[in-house]
């Protein structure tokens, strides 16, 4: 091959207090390591919702024939902050799931 490859390793388990396994993704010499993949996935769709509103408000409030566009960015962006409980619900599974004796999860509620 001439072009750099990416190649994603099978996550590694992980020894933080979340129980998460990284994912590795390797791109020619350099590698992404994604550690608390439920942590960083939260942050991706947080920066998603506040992207959403501030251009659908661009379009609203500066250009009267995208208030059409607008209103779908609004929608998409209630649809991700309906996510977010999601992903946060899914965290908890995970936890409970892989730390069945346990009493609490983590102090960081994302």
Known sequence: MTGPSARVRSPQPESSAE???SLTI???????VIRRRYEAGSIVNDVLIGLWFLIGSVFFFFFDSLTRA????????????L???????ARHLHLQRL??????VGAADF
């Not at 730390?99 to 609490?104: D, L, N, V, Y």
Request: proline letters at 6%; zero cysteines.
């Open 19 to 21: 129980g998460a396994s």
């Open 26 to 32: 390797r791109i020619g010499p350099q590698e992404l």
């Open 70 to 81: 607008g209103t779908v960015l609004f929608v998409i962006g209630s649809v991700e902050m």
């Open 99 to 104: 730390h069945r004796g346990s009493a609490g």
């Open 83 to 89: 996510i977010r409980p999601v992903v946060r619900l």
